[in-house]
């Protein structure tokens, strides 16, 4: 066994990416056990805490995805037990889990972002869906993508090119989340660009372009092998990677993120990156952008896991 002490993956919880999630911690944690770390796999249920206190691990490495995992929650519930873990810190989880924060943020950063509204359910019933709907469409144009204000694994997501869609689409969201972000269909390629930082800055991986067999990067176009075709690096011009991974870089930074982060974005048909949203936990299953990134990059997965432990175990201990 290494020197690192217990290391400890989160998975799991309640979220409707709870699979996808305990697929991330299972890869994980068999990455780890392959070079000898000491690692459990835990669900994250009523059962955590009282085992947390009776046995502290040496470092958590959160996987879990959705609400509760990436918005804060469950760093929060660490920070309160005093244990260190890997990745962003609660204020950090927060403002890049809200997409609308996240946008404004990285905007005001100099990033390039799709134009975008952002509405509660309860507006639509009050105010009146017919004519809000109108207006949206009116000032966004259409195609327009609608997503849920937050939440992962594109749950909730949906391209509408008629404005009669709209309505649907936004019932659909609101199965996900009270919020909507309707954001202007931008044309290009989409990529999705892995960053981390094992002490010497946050630095971006190789840009995975991702092309969905159905041509919408949904749930299932994310996690059933052979729907979507991947292609590292993205098939861009030398400019055009280096814009994406300097916009990876700048949100990482500009949200306050630490060791690892996945911004999705799409280059438009004038080369420019346009900033959609950032993961903090990124996913780690056997079709997911991030792990490719970091083998095309000829980093082993395990190591740089084990690297981002042994960072937050020592970060902690000289606090």
Not at 75 to 102: H, I, M, N, S
Not at 140 to 157: D, Q
Not at 288 to 294: E, F, R, Y
Request: with cysteine; aromatic share 4%.
């Amino acid at each position: 066994m290494t020197d690192l002490g217990h290391v400890l993956v989160l998975a799991g919880g309640l979220s409707p990416e709870r699979e996808v999630s305990l697929r991330s911690g299972g890869r994980l944690r068999d990455a780890l056990a392959r070079i000898d770390v000491d690692v459990e796999l835990r669900d994250v249920d009523a059962g955590t805490l009282p085992a947390l206190a009776a046995d502290p691990p040496a470092v958590v490495f959160p996987v879990l995805h959705g609400i509760s995992g990436e918005d804060g929650t469950i760093r929060e519930v660490l920070d309160l037990y005093g244990l260190p873990y890997v990745g962003a810190v609660p204020t950090a989880c927060r403002a890049a889990f809200d997409k609308a924060t996240a946008k404004a943020t990285v905007a005001a950063a100099g990033v390039a972002t799709p134009e975008a509204v952002t509405l509660p359910r309860e507006v639509f019933h009050d105010l009146g869906a017919a004519a809000l709907i109108d207006r949206i469409a009116g000032r966004l144009g259409l195609p327009v993508i609608v997503k849920p204000r937050a939440g992962g694994s594109a749950l909730g997501v949906g391209r509408v090119d008629d404005a009669g869609q709209l309505a649907e689409a936004l019932m659909a969201c609101f199965g996900y989340h009270d919020w909507a972000l309707i954001e202007r269909a931008v044309t290009g390629v989409e990529i999705a660009v892995g960053v981390i930082d094992t002490g010497d800055g946050p630095i971006a991986l190789p840009a995975v372009e991702v092309e969905p067999a159905g041509g919408v990067y949904d749930y299932a176009a994310r996690y059933t092998a052979g729907a979507t075709t991947f292609h590292i690096p993205a098939r861009l011009d030398a400019a055009a990677l280096r814009a994406a991974a300097e916009t990876a870089v700048t949100a990482h930074r500009t949200l306050g993120l630490r060791d690892l982060s996945r911004t999705d974005m799409i280059v438009d048909t004038n080369g420019t990156a346009q900033f959609l949203e950032v993961n903090v936990a990124p996913g780690m299953t056997d079709t997911s952008t991030w792990p490719m990134a970091l083998h095309a990059a000829s980093l082993d997965f395990a190591v740089v896991a084990r690297d981002l432990a042994a960072q937050a175990r020592d970060r902690a201990a000289r606090r």
